[in-house]
């Protein structure tokens, strides 16, 4: 009977392949080292430095967080249906500019557990703040996108400020994304509802569509498309929990952010996109500027709902200076 390891031994291609792919199991074996981003201090970040841990919450559920790098404290709050990697590009940028960032994900999104209850704006708000407790951190600047932008808002309005020193929201849900008598210029419910249908009927299908089309702007004519954006977001939506991020449609679309806003005491930037195709301006961050004391409002020409990916280099440079001043 022939002997397998005798093809293996005349056989130099196999050899090749095999040693080869030993080779990336080596490597992929190693401690990860950051690599440096364009501008960033000549020191990189020690390995030992970059944290990933859980926590469980007073309701059980069990929150992953990431918490990168030295220095004042960074949180992140990521949008829907998405984990905390949607902001790696400027966690990294902030943590390799002697920042502590603090990414979690959301209740039923990511690595985080997926409790059959709690996904709404209060408990995503109170997951939060028994995050921080554990960490024991204070003189935090927040910063939210979309949902998160809604979770940072609920966070000031239920818990207040003792913790936190600066507020950031981009792309932002607040006021309140649904048309009602008070907020006319929102849009009408059926949107919603058609939101629900579509990811009952076929979520992964959904999913694809909403990325490679109006998050990331893709759908604008001439755009520069990311098949790499697009599967990432569509991997990151595939890890959330089939109810959690059903539930989310509603916290996100009906959460009236209103009176949260005006308990504002911190300084505060809105940044938005007026091509926003997913919470367009006019009914965001126009009406959050003006409910804000003191906000600043920051509007990036022609820019998606997804700054962090699309106007990358120009977000860090914002975020940072928000963060240093």
Request: with cysteine; aromatic share 10%; glycine share 10%.
């Amino acid at each position: 009977m022939r002997n397998r390891n005798d093809d293996f031994a005349t056989d130099p291609g196999r050899r090749r392949v095999v040693v080869a792919g030993a080779a990336v199991l080596a490597a992929a074996a190693l401690p990860a080292m950051p690599w440096p981003a364009a501008g960033a201090p000549a020191s990189p970040i020690p390995h030992e430095e970059r944290r990933m841990a859980t926590f469980t919450t007073r309701d059980g559920t069990t929150i992953w967080y990431k918490d990168w790098g030295q220095g004042p404290v960074v949180s992140f709050s990521h949008g829907w249906p998405l984990s905390a990697d949607a902001w790696d590009p400027q966690i990294f940028h902030l943590a390799s500019h002697g920042f502590r960032c603090i990414a979690h994900d959301r209740r039923g999104h990511g690595r985080s557990s997926q409790p059959w209850h709690g996904n709404e704006m209060d408990t995503y708000a109170d997951d939060l703040e028994q995050l921080f407790a554990h960490l024991g951190v204070s003189d935090v600047t927040m910063i939210g996108h979309s949902t998160g932008g809604g979770e940072v808002a609920r966070y000031i309005g239920r818990h207040g400020t003792k913790r936190v020193k600066k507020a950031v929201l981009m792309g932002a849900v607040p006021p309140v994304m649904v048309q009602k008598p008070s907020n006319p210029g929102g849009l009408p419910l059926s949107v919603f509802d058609g939101f629900r249908q579509a990811y009952l009927a076929d979520r992964a299908q959904f999913f694809l569509d909403v990325a490679s089309g109006p998050f990331f702007g893709y759908n604008r004519p001439g755009a520069k498309v990311s098949e790499g954006n697009i599967r990432a977001w569509w991997n990151q939506g595939m890890q959330s929990g089939f109810k959690n991020a059903y539930d989310c449609i509603k916290a996100f679309s009906e959460t009236d952010f209103t009176e949260d806003l005006k308990k504002f005491d911190v300084p505060t930037l809105i940044i938005h996109g007026d091509d926003d195709q997913i919470v367009p301006i006019d009914a965001s961050a126009r009406l959050s500027a003006k409910l804000v004391p003191g906000a600043t409002l920051k509007i990036y020409p022609g820019g998606s709902h997804s700054l962090g990916d699309t106007s990358r280099e120009q977000l860090n440079a914002d975020l940072l200076a928000f963060a240093r001043a």
